[in-house]
């Protein structure tokens, strides 16, 4: 499966944006997707995922750090998965990848077979 990333910008702290990512290929539906990001000087760190199971959702996972504050969903008949983010924080500063995979666990990075080319995302403070 391919992925392409979209919706990044510029935006002021506590405010929101929504990010879409498309999915290209076959059996879009039979892999779990996730939403990493990359801040500047740091490592790429996981943000959420939702799993394969069901149509439209499945379990849904997220890092504390973003945890009550973004939403991960998608839409199989699309095929795209989005990440709401609000309250957004000068500290959600990063370049996000959407990342497809068919294993677990979904925040290591390994399980990840696709990743999109990243859009980026900047919070002024």
């Known amino acids: 499966v391919q992925l392409q990333a979209s919706g990044g910008g510029l935006v002021q702290a506590g405010g929101s944006l929504t990010l879409s990512c498309a999915a290209s290929?076959?059996?879009?539906?039979?892999?779990?997707m996730g939403w990493w990001r990359q801040a500047p000087g740091k490592e790429r760190e996981f943000v959420a995922a939702?799993?394969?199971?069901?149509?439209?959702?499945?379990?849904?996972f997220y890092a504390d750090s973003v945890k009550g504050r973004f939403t991960i969903s998608r839409d199989n008949v699309k095929k795209m998965v989005y990440l709401r983010m609000d309250s957004l924080k000068f500290e959600d500063t990063a370049v996000y990848y959407c990342?497809?995979?068919?294993?677990?666990?979904?925040?290591?990075?390994?399980?990840?077979?696709?990743w999109g080319q990243g859009t980026l995302v900047t919070v002024s403070s």
């Open positions: 990342g497809a995979s068919r294993q677990s666990p979904l925040n290591r990075e390994w399980p990840y077979e696709s």
């Open positions: 290929g076959r059996g879009f539906s039979e892999y779990a």
């Open positions: 939702i799993s394969w199971v069901g149509g439209t959702g499945g379990p849904t």
